[in-house]
């Protein structure tokens, strides 16, 4: 499978609320990446990780793996590799201003990874 191709599957994994299986996706591409692209799958790896977490009742291991993930991608383009990256960082940070009150939005109120018509800003990463 064409590293494309294992992307937009890990995509569909975690809208699919399936966060360990797009981990593990996303890392077989990670594990053969170079920068930056490494450290834009590692934060994907780590926000997927984070809900995981979440799933199984760990708010210490959600906080810590959405803080970790959203430094990752903070240096991104709104826009990167055909999905709204902007928008995730947003959606998880609102979800990640929660859990220290003990709030928990709850399933359904869980990030999703909304896909662009092009990426545009590929090459532009801020610093």
């Avoid at 990874?113 to 092009?118: D, G, H, K």
Wanted: charged share 30%; hydrophobic share 40%.
């Amino acid at each position: 499978m064409k590293k494309s191709e294992q992307f937009r599957r890990g995509v569909a994994l975690f809208n699919a609320r399936q966060f360990f299986e797009a981990h593990d996706v996303w890392e077989e591409i990670w594990l053969a990446e170079a920068e930056p692209e490494k450290t834009f799958l590692q934060g994907l790896i780590q926000v997927a990780a984070a809900f995981y977490h979440h799933g199984r009742g760990n708010s210490r291991g959600t906080e810590s793996l959405l803080t970790a993930g959203l430094s990752k991608l903070a240096g991104f383009p709104e826009t990167h590799r055909g999905i709204a990256v902007a928008d995730l960082r947003a959606d998880a940070t609102k979800w990640m201003e929660k859990l220290p009150a003990g709030e928990h939005p709850g399933a359904p109120k869980l990030p999703r990874i909304r896909r662009v018509a092009r990426s545009i800003g590929k090459r532009k990463r801020r610093g």
